[in-house]
């Protein structure tokens, strides 16, 4: 007999074992609009054009970065596509759009269904949490392409807004209010400085109880990102929401001002919301500058909005009654030339 593509490295059997794992993961997220999901060539979405009048799609992209290198090192898998909706969903909720279908993209040199399987129930979760469909998807089988059991995860969201409900910052003036919204922790970003400082620098092991965090470091580290999405269509519903940041890659040095016009800045106080525990821990092993760490890391805020002053304490209280902490961290103030953020 001559060699199989599973001599090469390719298990066609296991990859459809995989399409009827997960087929009921899928079906917990589906909505009403869904013509054709999960195993078809494309996934068929028809606009409900009796709910929008002058719809606009909004479609965005990410991965989940090194945080999968956790992953692989603790063998907990559950959570990481949580953290790959997360980063799609909420970039695209941030001008005020509905999540309507999310797609992703798993890619491994060896397919094992079953690890795979736990992926996607994570991305499921975080489809059913955002309140969009999980609508198709790519599972590759690549041999030799990455390490070991080693996988990559890539997301794709589209979701839809009123052409004039977009949320965009052009609205923002001097004298707004600045809200922070709790993060649940690193989200997913800063990973490479996480892992260089606490597990190459300072020798920490992830099945080690820190008693600075109060639980095992793996379990921090991999808590997964914050879905905001369903609660920021809340707030935009309970006061007039002038801008949304999501705290990522950049901290909030490099989000914020993307929601804010060119001749203001935002002015934000030191001390204003509480740090988590794991950003001391890291700042103080790794001696990391403060402005190191505020560019890097999202320091206890996953998301910034910003409304009138007379809005901010209704704006707390609608945050607060959909679970998340909130807290006013600041102004925006006049400034010169690109916006900025200045710390106070």
Not at 132 to 160: H, I, K, R, S
Request: aromatic fraction near 6%.
């Amino acid at each position: 007999m001559g060699i199989t593509y599973r001599d090469a490295g390719v298990d066609i059997d296991e990859g459809d074992r995989l399409v009827e794992l997960i087929k009921p993961l899928a079906k917990r997220t589906v909505r009403p609009e869904v013509l054709a999901g999960i195993g078809g060539f494309g996934g068929l979405f028809a606009m409900d054009l009796s709910k929008w009048k002058k719809p606009v799609l909004v479609s965005g992209t990410d991965g989940v970065g090194t945080k999968l290198k956790l992953a692989f090192m603790t063998g907990k898998h559950d959570t990481v596509g949580i953290d790959l909706v997360a980063m799609s969903v909420n970039d695209v909720a941030v001008c005020g759009a509905e999540p309507l279908f999310f797609l992703d993209y798993y890619a491994t040199s060896k397919l094992q269904a079953d690890v795979a399987k736990l992926v996607i129930a994570g991305i499921a979760e975080g489809c059913a949490q955002a309140g969009c469909t999980l609508l198709g998807g790519e599972t590759a089988e690549l041999p030799g392409f990455y390490q070991g059991d080693e996988y990559d995860l890539a997301g794709f969201a589209v979701g839809c807004v009123e052409r004039d409900a977009i949320i965009d910052g052009t609205k923002v003036k001097a004298g707004d209010a600045v809200i922070g919204v709790a993060s649940s922790g690193l989200h997913s970003n800063g990973f490479s400085l996480a892992r260089k400082v606490l597990l190459e620098h300072a020798g920490l092991e992830l099945d080690a109880h820190v008693p600075e965090l109060g639980k095992i470091l793996g379990d921090a580290l991999l808590t997964p990102t914050i879905i905001y999405a369903k609660q920021m269509l809340a707030l935009t519903k309970a006061v007039p929401v002038k801008g949304f940041a999501h705290i990522t890659g950049g901290g909030l040095p490099g989000n914020l001002p993307r929601c804010i016009p060119d001749g203001l800045k935002a002015v934000l106080r030191n001390g204003s919301w509480p740090e988590p525990a794991l950003f001391g821990l890291i700042a103080k092993l790794g001696s990391v500058a403060r402005d190191e760490m505020l560019r890097t890391l999202n320091m206890g805020i996953g998301l910034c909005t910003i409304v009138a002053p007379e809005h901010v304490d209704a704006a707390i209280a609608s945050l607060k009654q959909s679970g998340l902490a909130a807290w006013r961290v600041g102004e925006i103030a006049t400034g010169s030339g690109e916006a900025t953020v200045e710390f106070v």
